[in-house]
């Protein structure tokens, strides 16, 4: 079983007074980085929705308009594999529809899973959509009907980023690594390999470094991969470790296009020829 979780809004940057992610408790994510490979991809275009498209399509896209016939989802539907796709209301269409190439339909043995940000009439909180998404992610991991392929996408940290507030942006990096936590455990009960990473920073750049006034926006910075299971344990994605745990001292292996044929590597399936990023295991 492979899942991957795209963490909306962690982003790598130097430590600064902007940085909410550095400034963050985060002892999961701190120790899966001690034991496990991981690097750093440039996200590429500025288009949220072409981040994905590029993620699930295994090359470079930036026009988020752009079809794929060819994706990691149709690959692994072809293999005859389930696959599932859990997102919140905010990230479905990117999730599904545009991770899809533009796939209208689910794929052959596809499930997909939303998360309403609503509870009846009210409008959750994002803290408590953030558990109920971890708690169907989970329960899907450890469902005896289990996916080969689940993807998740988790953009809490990305949305309350966008309010501008520092303190909530640091407490919001906290709340994802606790989730982050049982997640990676269920997952290590199944024994499968649990891919960290996200389609764009924003918490780590929390405010403008030249004015100290607030900073909304999707960055460019790069984003974490993260790669967790046994057999990747104490291994290197073919370079050195970050220095004293410190992510933005590496210089990016590839870009989220190196994403689906990293994918395909790790479940034994062959890459087509459409996707011409190449896997980063290899």
């Keep these: ?25 985060t002892p999961t994510f701190l120790n899966l980085i001690k034991e496990y490979p991981v690097a750093l991809l ?6 949220l929705n072409a981040r994905y498209l590029t993620l699930g399509s295994g090359r470079e896209i930036s026009d988020e308009n752009l079809e794929s016939a060819v994706t990691l989802s149709s690959v692994i ?17 990117a999730l599904t529809h545009f991770f899809n190439g533009h796939q209208e339909d689910k794929f052959p043995k596809e499930e997909w899973k939303i998360v309403s940000s609503r509870i009846g009439s009210k409008e959750a909180t994002p803290q408590l959509t953030l558990k109920r998404t971890a708690k169907e992610i989970i329960n899907s991991i450890a469902s005896e009907e289990a996916p080969d392929f689940l993807a998740a996408a988790i953009p809490y940290l990305d949305l309350i980023a966008a309010a501008g507030d520092f303190a909530a942006n640091k407490k919001a990096v906290e709340a994802v690594d606790k989730i982050l936590k049982d997640i990676s455990l269920a997952v290590d009960n199944k024994k499968g390999i649990l891919i960290i990473t ?23 910075n790069p984003v974490p ?14 370079l050195a470790d970050p220095l004293n745990n410190d ?33 980063l295991t290899e």
């Design 1 to 25: 079983m492979v899942v991957l979780l795209i963490l909306g809004g962690w982003g790598v940057a130097p430590a600064s007074f902007a940085n909410a992610v550095t400034a963050a408790k």
């Design 42 to 47: 440039n996200p590429g275009h500025k288009s």
């Design 77 to 93: 539907a072809a293999a005859g594999l389930k696959q599932t796709k859990i997102a919140e209301t905010e990230r479905f269409a």
């Design 198 to 220: 996200a389609a764009g920073g924003n918490a780590e750049r929390s405010k403008d470094l030249a004015t100290g006034l607030p900073d909304t926006g999707l960055t460019d």
């Design 225 to 238: 991969l993260l790669i967790v299971g046994a057999e990747f344990k104490g291994k290197t994605i073919g």
């Design 247 to 279: 992510l933005s001292s590496l210089t990016p292996a590839g870009t989220l296009a190196n994403l689906a044929p990293t994918i395909l590597k790790i479940m034994k399936l062959a890459k087509p020829a459409a996707m011409t990023a190449a896997s």
